[in-house]
């Protein structure tokens, strides 16, 4: 069906060297090497921009906890100003439930410990997330160069086949197949590179996130264990370029 397909798609008086008839020439094989690494490509491609939006989104949301979060006169009021799915949010929102279940609990617990592991799992749920899909990535990178590469000795087999077969290695006897062989080499990479590229880029973005993620929690667990008597200084009229520290304040 696939063969058909190309064949109804070449116009008439192309290049008889070209990706379509190489593909044409190669039979089934060739041709789903070819539709695996397109596939493979596609589907990293959705995968970078799908997380980048995600990135974006919650950096968005770290700049608006900087510049509103800390001046509210409780956690709860200060997650309301934040977007109801919100990756700070939901960590806040984890924190108060931490801190009421605590007052439930029959054996004997440190409130820190309770409170900080509360808050680590809901970190740890944020940066799973954020983590999806990456492992395809790294998978593409690896694999896909070598996927690109069953195709090329396909390629070179049918070449020395149709070389044995006609007693001599003549160009129109070996073009094709060597065409076709290059062209799943080049394919493999095309497709790898931006697949490793695309992964380095957003595991780099989601250490930064966590990082950010580390602090806020951090911060929202001092204010859970002093009352509300320590909480991050915040600059008006600037947000701070660093995760601020957390110094004593009477509570608002």
């Known amino acids: 069906m696939l063969t058909t397909i190309l064949a109804a798609a070449a116009p008439k008086g192309e290049n008889p060297y070209g990706l379509i008839p ?3 020439e190669g039979g089934l094989i060739s041709q789903t090497v070819f539709a695996i690494l397109v596939l493979m490509l596609f589907v990293s491609l959705y995968i970078f921009f799908t997380k980048l939006f995600e990135q974006q989104k919650i950096i968005n949301q770290a700049k608006r906890v900087r510049s509103s979060f800390w001046t509210a006169n409780s956690l709860r009021e200060g997650a309301a100003k934040l977007e109801k ?4 949010r939901q960590i806040v929102d984890d924190g108060i439930t931490a801190q009421e279940q605590y007052k439930e609990l029959t054996d004997p617990v440190e409130a820190h410990d309770w409170l900080h592991g509360s808050l680590s799992r809901s970190e740890g749920t944020i940066n799973s ?3 999806g899909g990456l492992a395809f990535l790294a998978t593409v990178g690896a694999t896909a160069p070598f996927i690109g590469l069953f195709g090329t000795v396909i390629g070179i087999y049918r070449a020395l086949i149709k070389i044995g077969a006609a007693g001599q290695a003549s160009i129109d006897a070996v073009a094709g197949p060597v065409g076709e062989a290059l062209i799943m080499t080049a394919l493999g990479l095309v497709v790898a590179v931006p697949a490793v590229l695309a992964y380095n880029f957003l595991q780099r973005r989601n250490k930064a996130i966590a990082e950010s993620l580390n602090a806020f929690s951090n911060d929202v667990l001092g204010y ?10 915040v600059k008006k009229g600037a947000a701070p370029k660093a995760a601020p520290a957390a110094t004593t304040a009477p509570r608002a």
């Open 22 to 24: 190489a593909l044409k």
């Open 224 to 233: 859970l264990a002093s009352d509300g008597r320590v909480r991050p200084t």
């Open 129 to 131: 997330a954020l983590g």
């Open 85 to 88: 799915n919100s990756a700070y």
